[in-house]
């Protein structure tokens, strides 16, 4: 018998060692659509409850937004439900092309090839692009979906430390004879929200002829005067030879990826890359919208302004309440608790608030860094944001963590 009771009991200890290592995760159903204002579910059972979101990925709310949902119903009626087939047989149409271009333009890039997913973009790329004599140097907390991608390539791997420049010269001059050589980081970095220091790796790139790969999912859209990305804060567009990024968070919310950069690198791609050739992908009534995306994002940069104003306002209120952050200038924006029971009691009071901020801690982050990490959005308006902040103060006061610094508050919690 293939799943017989040993097997099984084996699986139920496995999850119970989950549960007793306190990292179970559990969903917390919404019944309303994505935005500021949600209706929850949680625990799976109890009555909704209408929370203010603080922890989506919908920086520029256009998740639910009215232009987006007529441009995806348009498409829906004009290009169809699916595709039932992968590119290049015959799941491609005018509108995969013209997002492609869309974005192409956009990133200020050469060519872009569209995937189901940034974490497929980044699990097909390397291994279409490289091979064993050639070497991948990463920083050391690049994104799972970039590891994966790492693991599926034959090419030699090497890290540096978390943005450290020096390391990474170093290692650059440790694999300065190999033939191909490739230098991968994340634009933001999601769980401390800082950036890269594109400028300086551009720098070094050139210096020793490496190529640079940049993962822009937590950047694309609003990071930069016009929102292009980290390589427009930075002044380096044009200058990043791949750039990978989701629709999946800014950029309308719902779902797909790509890969953007050099001509030559992206035709690769299209003839090599795995999640390209094997799966479906992004459904037409999603392409649709996310036209739309590009449209509202290429007309103006009213919803990024709006959204760096309001991460500001966030970050200074939390500052002056006495909060312990995370430094940074993006709209993520992590308060830091440092110990994991102090974290999640600290989320359990928020959303009796009425505010809705997950606690992030081991293995997620590392041990003795617990925090509620939370996000702005352009959908936010001054008011979601002083309920949120006036719930943040009153659940600060009650654990005693307002004006205390780190020490004092491991020295009370613990790591
Ligand atoms: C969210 C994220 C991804 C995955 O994006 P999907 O399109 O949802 O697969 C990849 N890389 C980074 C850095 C991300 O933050």
Request: glycine share 10%; charged share 25%; aromatic share 8%.
């Amino acid at each position: 018998m293939a799943f017989n009771e040993k097997i099984r009991k084996d699986y139920q200890n496995q999850l119970s060692e989950i549960k007793g290592a306190g990292i179970f995760k559990e969903e917390r159903l919404i019944h309303s659509t994505q935005a500021a204002d949600i209706e929850v579910e949680f625990p799976t059972g109890s009555s909704l409850e209408k929370v203010i979101n603080m922890c989506a990925n919908n920086y520029l709310g256009l998740s639910s937004h009215p232009d987006v949902l007529k441009a995806a119903h348009e498409g829906l009626d004009h290009r169809g439900y699916g595709m039932s087939s992968v590119r290049f047989i015959c799941g491609t149409q005018d509108i995969h092309k013209e997002l492609e271009r869309r974005v192409t333009e956009f990133l200020g890039t050469e060519d872009t090839i569209l995937f189901p997913s940034c974490m497929d973009a980044n699990a097909g790329v390397f291994e279409a692009i490289l091979g064993e004599e050639d070497v991948m140097i990463s920083d050391r907390l690049v994104h799972a979906s970039i590891i994966d991608g790492i693991r599926l390539c034959s090419a030699q791997h090497d890290t540096f430390k978390h943005s450290n420049m020096e390391h990474l010269e170093n290692k650059l001059q440790l694999h300065e004879n190999k033939r191909n050589k490739i230098v991968i980081t994340d634009g933001v970095f999601s769980m401390d929200g800082d950036t890269a220091k594109l400028d300086e790796m551009v720098t070094l790139c050139d210096k020793y002829n490496a190529m640079l790969f940049v993962d822009d999912s937590h950047a694309s859209g609003f990071i930069g005067p016009t929102g292009r990305g980290t390589h427009e804060k930075y002044g380096v567009m044009g200058k990043i030879d791949i750039i990978t990024t989701t629709f999946g968070k800014a950029l309308g919310g719902a779902s797909g990826g790509c890969v953007s950069g050099r001509a030559e690198l992206v035709e690769m791609c299209r003839q090599k890359a795995r999640p390209y050739l094997f799966s479906n992908t992004i459904a037409p009534v999603v392409v649709s919208g996310i036209l739309k995306v590009m449209d509202i994002l290429s007309g103006s940069t009213e919803r990024r302004d709006k959204l760096e104003a309001n991460a500001d306002w966030w970050r200074q209120g939390l500052s002056e309440a006495g909060f312990v952050l995370q430094p940074g200038d993006t709209p993520i924006v992590p308060v830091m608790l440092f110990n994991a029971k102090l974290a999640q009691d600290f989320s359990t009071d928020l959303y009796k608030e009425g505010i809705y901020a997950t606690g992030f801690f081991f293995p997620v982050v590392p041990k003795g860094k617990a925090r509620i990490r939370t996000q702005i959005s352009a959908g936010h308006e001054m008011h979601h944001l002083e309920k949120a902040l006036d719930a943040f103060i009153k659940v600060g006061r009650k654990y005693d963590i307002l004006g205390k610094t780190k020490q004092e508050i491991i020295d009370r919690y613990g790591m």
